[in-house]
C-alpha cells in the first residue's frame, strides 16, 4: 500500500465506517430506511476539518454496535465445544463467502467481555459455505462481545457486533484505573498521548523489555501493531489507524509505535495493543480517559433504592 492510499484511508476510515452507505456498496436510489436514519446525506465528503461534527448529532454510529447493518448480519453458528463459529449473511440472505482482505486477513475477531475484560483478537477459517471458525476464544463464564471486522467483496468496510453469554459464575471486574504504564509477557509498554473526543488524536505506545527499547519489532497484521479501542458502557468498536508500515524503508521497528485515534466522545476507553515480538503477540492493555468527565462509572448497578426521593424522579 503506498503512502498516499495510506493517508487517505486514513483520513476517511472513519467516513467509511460511519457514512458506509456511500460508495461502492452503496444502493441506487433512496437509502433504505435503516440507513436513512443514521447516514446525513451530506457527509459524503469528510475532509480531516469535518470529523469534528462526528459525535454532535447522533447521525454516525462506531462500530460494533450493531448486529447487523447495510444489510450484512452477523450470526453465531452452533459450533463444537471448544470452538467458536458464526457466518455473515448478506443482503440476499445468504452467507457471504467473498471478502476482501484488510489488515492482512479476510476476518478479524475481537471479543471482550462486557466488563472489558478478557480480550482476544483472533483469525477464524473460512470454510466454502461461509462458515468461519476458530478455536474458541471465549475465556470463561460472562457475557461476551463478539467483533467481526471485516469488508465483504464489493461492500464497504463494516464491524459487527453480537453478545455471546458463556454460561457460569461470573464476577464483574472493574474497569482498571487510568494508567500509562502495561507490563504484559515481561515487556513494558507505555502510552503518551491523550484522545480527544470528536477529533483525531496521536497516540504513542513505547514498548521496552528489562529496561530497554525494543527495536526489532515484528510485523504484524502489516504494522508494527494493532490497537483496538472499546468505549465503557456501551463496547463501541473504534478504528484507530497504525501510522507507517514496515515496509515504507521509513518507520522503525519500534520501540515506538504511533497511532492515529478518533473516539466519539468523553468517557472512558480500553486500549488493546497487539504487537509480535520473540514469534509472539502480546496484548498490552490500558485505559484511558478522554474529554472532561467524572471517574469511570463503577461496572456494579446501583441498588434499587438509589434514585428513590430524588426531585424530578419520573415516577409522578
Ligand atoms: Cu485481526
Known amino acids: 500500500m503506498n503512502t498516499a492510499t495510506k493517508l487517505s484511508g486514513f483520513a476517511l476510515g472513519l467516513a467509511a465506517v460511519f457514512a458506509g452507505a456511500y460508495g461502492i456498496g452503496h ?30 448529532g447522533g447521525a454516525h454510529l462506531p462500530g460494533g454496535l450493531l448486529v447487523s447493518e447495510q444489510g450484512y448480519t452477523l450470526q453465531p453458528v452452533t459450533a ?11 443482503p440476499d440472505g445468504a452467507p ?24 482476544r483478537h483472533v483469525h477464524p477459517e473460512l ?9 474458541s476464544p471465549l475465556a470463561g463464564p460472562g457475557v461476551w462481545r463478539a467483533f467481526a471486522d471485516f469488508t465483504p467483496t464489493g461492500g464497504e468496510p463494516l464491524t459487527l457486533g453480537v453478545d455471546v453469554t458463556v454460561p457460569g459464575p461470573l464476577t464483574a471486574r472493574p474497569l482498571p484505573a487510568p494508567a ?22 496521536r497516540l504513542t505506545l513505547t514498548v ?6 525494543v527495536t526489532d519489532l515484528q510485523p504484524y497484521l502489516g504494522a508494527y501493531g494493532h490497537l483496538v479501542a472499546l468505549r465503557q458502557g456501551d463496547l463501541a468498536y473504534l478504528h484507530v489507524h497504525p501510522e507507517g508500515t514496515p515496509d515504507d524503508g521509513r518507520t522503525p521497528a519500534g520501540p515506538a509505535v504511533t497511532f492515529a485515534a478518533e473516539v ?31 471517574a469511570p462509572a463503577p461496572t ?17
Open 264 to 294: 466519539p466522545s468523553a468517557g472512558a476507553y480500553r486500549l488493546y495493543l497487539d504487537f509480535r515480538h520473540g514469534d509472539a503477540v502480546h496484548t498490552a492493555e490500558f485505559t484511558v480517559l478522554a474529554g472532561a468527565q467524572p
Open 27 to 56: 444502493v441506487a436510489g433512496p437509502a433504505a430506511p435503516a440507513a436513512e436514519t443514521r447516514h446525513d446525506t451530506t457527509d459524503t465528503d469528510h475532509g480531516a476539518a469535518g470529523h469534528g461534527d462526528e459525535s454532535a
Open 127 to 135: 470454510a466454502a459455505d461461509g462458515t468461519w471458525r476458530v478455536a
Open 180 to 201: 500509562t504504564t502495561a507490563t504484559v509477557d515481561g515487556y513494558t509498554v507505555t502510552l503518551t498521548g491523550t484522545p480527544e473526543p470528536g477529533r483525531t488524536s
Open 96 to 119: 457471504v463467502t467473498r471478502y476482501d482482505v484488510a489488515h492482512d486477513r479476510r476476518m478479524h475477531l475481537i471479543v471482550a467481555r462486557r466488563d472489558l475484560s478478557g480480550f
Open 80 to 90: 463444537p465445544a471448544g470452538e467458536f463459529a458464526f457466518r455473515i449473511t448478506g
Open 208 to 213: 521496552s523489555r528489562a529496561g530497554r527499547p
Open 300 to 316: 456494579t448497578a446501583p441498588t434499587p433504592d438509589a434514585g428513590h426521593g430524588t426531585p424530578g424522579h419520573g415516577h409522578s
